[in-house]
């Protein structure tokens, strides 16, 4: 069974950081895009960043680009977001995303709260 399980929300002040973590278990994300997204209240779900398992290529979001870092540790099958310099507009629940031709699978998502 595939369970993809975020962790790392929580409240932060404008300005602060915040570590998000994604752990699989089920697959092997090295053969995946492992994808984060994030959805604000009111609005729709957006693309933040992705890793490429197999190659370790990376691509932001332009909103987040030079403030956010995805990363992944292949031994523990884990992918983190590395959240600096967070603003309000960042405010949503994340969510970690699994991807390729033959799979897509999301995590439950986790809060990720920055006070105005």
């Known amino acids: 069974q595939v369970q993809l399980v975020e962790s790392g929300g929580g409240l932060v002040q404008p300005g602060g950081s915040l570590r998000l973590s994604c752990a699989a278990s089920g697959i092997n994300f090295s053969e995946y895009y492992m994808r984060w997204y994030r959805q604000a209240p009111r609005k729709e779900r957006e693309l933040v960043a992705v890793?490429?398992?197999?190659?370790?290529?990376?691509a932001y979001a332009d909103s987040v680009r030079g403030r956010f870092t995805i990363a992944a540790d292949n031994a523990k099958n884990t992918v983190y977001l590395q959240m600096n310099s967070l603003k309000p507009e960042d405010m949503a629940v994340y969510y970690c995303?699994?991807?390729?031709?033959?799979?897509?699978?999301w995590g439950q998502g986790t809060q990720v709260t920055v006070s105005s």
């Open positions: 890793i490429s398992g197999i190659q370790g290529a990376t």
């Open positions: 995303n699994a991807w390729n031709r033959k799979n897509d699978y």
